[in-house]
């Protein structure tokens, strides 16, 4: 009970045609491509793709992602019979199977700080946090599922954010609605990331990551003065693996 929709921005690649008439012919009515012809906008394209969408919960997945849990649909949608839960995010790995993200803190010099990167997949982290279900302050944009009815009235993703933190601002934008995000080990993705047009190195790329970054903080201050309410004030928020801030400890 799903239909996929590529969001297809431009793609060269001469093998995309022939990929699309695969997936046409197994899966029918059920399979879209839509051609996305604007200049690379991140938020824009997630939004136009899910004009398009008829189900109740949205999966937003990265073109060089790939989801390594069979039941992963499954799984992910399990959390949404909590009526407060917005979005589910799973553990996200790189191609030589250590962590990329495993939630996303807020805040701090960094602006977000993934947590539990280049830890072993397996290892369980600061008091088991890395193998456990709970709520965080965001997940990655390169997959996460998201309830539409949130989604619809939090207005989709703030298209801004053209190219970095869109998912965080989104993650954020839910929770004050009232909505919860979750991070859950029980759905591992591997993310080629070197090919992702987001890890382009020039210039410009460096500048809007900063411009998108201040604008992330000047739309959410409040959590750069008081802390993400997802982790320990004591805590370093600059730091992946917990450590200990400098200074005197917060009550």
Known sequence: NYEIIIADNGSDNPHMQDLYQRFAK??????????????????RINNLAAQKASGRYLLFLNDDASILTDDALEQLLGYFQRPDVGVVGPKQLFIDGTVEHAGIV??????????????????????????????VSAVTGDCMMLRRSAYEEVGGFSEEFTLFYADVDFCLKVRNAGYYTVFTPHVLLSHLHSVSRMRIRSKEISIRRRKE???????????????????????????????????????
């Open 106 to 135: 807020v805040g701090g010099s960094r602006v977000v700080t993934p947590l539990f990167r280049h830890m072993d997949a397996e290892s369980q982290g600061y008091l088991d946090r890395a193998v456990v279900a709970q709520n």
């Open 26 to 43: 197994k899966l029918g009515d059920r399979f879209h491509v839509e051609e996305i012809d604007i200049p690379f906008n991140f938020s």
């Open 213 to 251: 970054a201040a604008l992330l903080q000047s739309a959410w201050p409040s959590i750069f003065v008081e802390g993400d309410a997802f982790y320990n004030p004591n805590l370093n928020p600059d730091s992946s693996y917990f450590a200990m801030k400098r200074g005197k400890p917060r009550g």
